[in-house]
């Protein structure tokens, strides 16, 4: 089998483990070239995964020029997402992975999906939490038929919504069967991190109406229940871990319910766990678990580069509704009424730059 020449572009934290992704499917990808504005992560990155000079670059752009390669893979900022876009479809690029949120305006996120139409670039956005095993688990028992009929899909996230938020949105509708939604209403609150490079208020509640009937409750921010202890406040600086895990998606059906956490944690009430709480634990999400899901995520990647039947559940045309989902209860808050999906373009206003005038500072506390 011919291998899929590839690149990736941004080597922070989150761009290693795309590199680690890459490197463990050796058997889809051969990467060619790495590239980051910082010297110092280029240098790690080549001592810690053996890279030859010539793999090296420091210009994204030289890079794709000189190796003209099938897959670019980029993490980078939110805010530079299309113009990296727009690099794909200049070289010619035939598959493209990112990091997500896919953007900061809807507006944006539809040029990107469109690019990736118009030039047929297979692109996938990195919501890999659902390879994680807690979430395997979730979805033996969502395929079997153990919770019955699903009726309602909740998540909590402590992070922002430009964090995990799109994460877990794209869950629900993972759980939901793809199934799109065709309304949404909201409340939103607090502009801190507004001003975050990932921008979002501070807290937001959804509700999301499927075409199916289900229906999803999403709560992003520091009013969404916590599942852990964690001593966090509004802050731009990294967090401590159990922040970034203090998540779970919950699904309800007619004979009982089951939830999943990036945590690791697992656990479901049903008739076959004989009225009792049945849960579990993968306990590693930093030392393992995030390496096993990229690993699996970048291989379905690489099973959908090579069969166009096999489409990757992270493709940008899903990730493209699930951001319009969470833009949907942002308007929804700005004009107080609900929103029917698909949002029409080209919008009014641009929802996160309105909402950056509108929210007032809020105080940290603890519920």
């Known amino acids: 089998m011919e291998k899929l020449r590839t690149v990736l572009i941004g080597l922070g934290e989150r761009g ?73 479809v200049k070289y010619h690029v035939k598959g493209m992975m990112f990091e997500k949120p896919m953007a900061t305006s809807l507006q944006v996120a539809k040029e990107i999906t469109d690019l990736c139409k118009e030039h047929q670039i297979k692109a996938v956005v990195c919501q890999q939490h659902k390879y994680l095993r807690s979430f395997e688990q979730l979805r033996r028992r969502i395929d079997s038929g153990e919770l019955g009929e699903i009726y309602q899909i909740q998540a909590n996230c402590q992070p922002q919504a430009s964090q995990l938020g799109t994460h877990y949105i794209d869950y629900m509708l993972w759980a939901n069967g793809g199934v799109r939604a065709k309304a949404v209403t909201g409340h939103v609150h607090g502009n801190f991190y507004l001003d975050d490079s990932h921008p979002s208020p501070d807290y937001i509640l959804g509700h999301i109406a499927f075409e199916n009937g289900v ?40 004979k009982g319910y089951a939830y999943a956490e990036c945590s690791g944690r697992y656990g479901a009430f049903t008739s076959d766990t004989h009225s009792m709480v049945e849960a579990g634990d993968y306990d590693d999400f930093f030392k393992k678990e995030q390496f096993d899901a990229q690993t699996g995520y970048t291989r379905e990647f690489g099973v959908w580069m090579l069969n166009d039947k096999k489409v990757h559940p992270c493709n940008v045309e899903m990730a493209y509704h699930g951001y319009e989902i969470l833009e949907g209860i942002y308007m929804s808050a700005i004009e107080r009424t609900r929103i029917d999906l698909p949002v029409p373009l080209p919008l009014k206003y641009d929802a996160v730059s309105i909402l950056k005038e509108k929210l007032n500072a809020v105080d940290y506390m603890k519920f």
């Open 215 to 254: 229906r999803g409750i999403l709560e992003c921010g520091y009013f969404a229940k916590q599942h852990d202890a964690h001593e966090t406040g509004f802050s731009h600086v990294i967090m401590e871990d159990k922040y970034w895990t203090d998540d779970r998606l919950t699904v309800y059906g007619t």
């Open 16 to 88: 290693k483990i795309h590199l680690y992704g890459l490197l463990q499917n050796k058997e889809y990808f051969e990467v060619t070239g790495v590239c980051d504005l910082n010297e110092k992560r280029v240098c790690e990155t080549a001592e810690t995964y053996m890279l030859k000079k010539e793999q090296l670059y420091y210009d994204a752009e030289k890079m794709l020029n000189e190796l003209r390669p099938d897959v670019m893979v980029f993490a980078t900022l939110p805010h530079i997402r299309l113009s990296m876009a727009e690099l794909a």
